[in-house]
Nanobody, 124 residues
Framework: QVQLVDTGGGLVQAGDSLRLSCTAS????????MAWFRQAPGNERECVAA????????YYRDSVKGRFTISRDNAKNTVYLQMNSLKPEDTAVYYC?????????????????WGQGTQVTVSS
């Protein structure tokens, strides 16, 4: 069992930056592929970024490429999402997730563990 706590959301203006953090406890953190998903009202939950256990492979949704960076510190059991140049369309609840699959995946159904979510609101 893995417990995830995600933090760092807030209300910012367009162009600002935020860093989300997700700290894991429980089973060995290093074995999991980690990802950040987001869900805006009325929309499906979508994968924003993902990173393999060693950090060697990453995925970014096209709309965030060049603006968001996912990273992980396995010694701290923490994964981060640095979000720069935020836009109003980035407004959503952001969720950290962990998958038993060791290869990079964006498939929501393969992520077994989820954080509680943190709200990111970007005003224009």
């Amino acid at each position: 069992q893995v417990q995830l706590v995600d933090t760092g959301g807030g209300l910012v203006q367009a162009g600002d930056s935020l860093r989300l953090s997700c700290t894991a406890s429980g089973r060995t953190f290093t074995r999991y592929t980690m990802a950040w998903f987001r869900q805006a009202p009325g929309n499906e939950r979508e994968c924003v970024a993902a990173i393999t256990w060693g950090g060697g492979s990453t995925y970014y949704r096209d709309s965030v490429k060049g603006r968001f960076t996912i990273s992980r510190d396995n010694a701290k059991n923490t994964v981060y999402l640095q979000m720069n140049s935020l836009k109003p369309e980035d407004t959503a609840v952001y969720y950290c997730a962990a998958s038993d699959v060791t290869t990079l995946t964006t498939r929501r159904e393969l992520y077994r563990y989820w954080g509680q979510g943190t709200q990111v609101t970007v005003s224009s």
